[in-house]
């Protein structure tokens, strides 16, 4: 069978559409759908038991004189290195508290209704309780710790990057104004306490974004797999 190979070689119909460029978009993305129901209720639980958790402290139900805050002389001096994971789930007084619940609970959302509960808990125990660490490591011996806020900032610094990651539909500049927005909004305080331990939550942050980079490069095919694209 014999090609028409257009006038005077020209190219064809058909060599024409294979020539023409496809471009590909994305549309949606890995965080493009809804939490699952299991971030509000893991949320909520966490939020409840951290607050259950506080009053207990205030009541000393634990029958503790010292208390369940962290210290650099209690943990590393007398080895009570479980003073890094009961201080982030106990707070100095209601104020403290509800200061802290808000983020705690709506971070809560994001980070188990997209990541699951496995990475949620790993972050609020481990990487908080090492927030912890690093933070009275800085500090005198008898300067006491104590409150969730290293754990919102961890929360905060996770979320943060792994949008940034993630949201490829963006371009790199709209990403990190939209990421710079919410971070100041959020996370920087709008005054200056001396009873706030603002070295915590930079740490805090620092290891939520670290611990986002180590996620991310686990996860990142399944994070590319769930790309949807419109092609023109």
């Known amino acids: 069978m014999n090609h028409d190979n257009g006038i005077n070689g020209s190219p064809t119909v058909e060599e024409e559409l294979i020539n023409v460029p496809i471009e590909r978009r994305i549309v949606s993305t890995y965080l493009s759908r809804r939490p699952k129901e299991l971030g509000y209720f893991a949320s909520l639980g966490s939020t409840l038991f951290v607050a259950a ?33 009961t201080a982030t789930f106990c707070h100095a007084d209601a104020e403290h508290l509800v200061s802290n619940s808000f ?44 409150g969730a806020s290293g754990l919102v900032y961890v929360l905060g610094g996770f979320w943060l990057t792994l949008f940034w990651l993630i949201q490829r539909q963006y371009k790199p500049i709209n990403k990190s104004l939209r990421v710079i927005a919410v971070g100041l909004l959020l996370f920087f305080p709008t005054s200056f306490l001396p009873t706030t331990s603002y070295r915590t939550h930079a740490l805090g942050f620092f290891l939520g974004i670290l611990s986002a980079l180590l996620f991310y490069f686990f996860k990142n095919e399944e994070f590319k797999r769930s790309e949807k694209y419109e092609y023109f």
Do not use: K, M, P
Not at 73 to 82: N, R
Not at 105 to 134: D, E, K, P, Q, R
């Open 103 to 146: 983020l705690l609970f709506i971070l809560g959302i994001l980070v188990v209704g997209h990541f699951g509960f496995g990475i949620y808990f790993f972050l609020a125990t481990f990487v908080a309780a090492a927030t912890n660490a690093l933070a009275i490591l800085t500090y005198s011996a008898d300067v006491r710790l104590i």
């Open 53 to 85: 958790f506080s009053f207990a402290n205030w009541s000393n139900a634990f029958h503790l004189s010292n208390g369940l805050y962290a210290n650099r002389s209690l943990v590393f001096t007398q080895s009570e290195y479980w003073r890094l994971f």
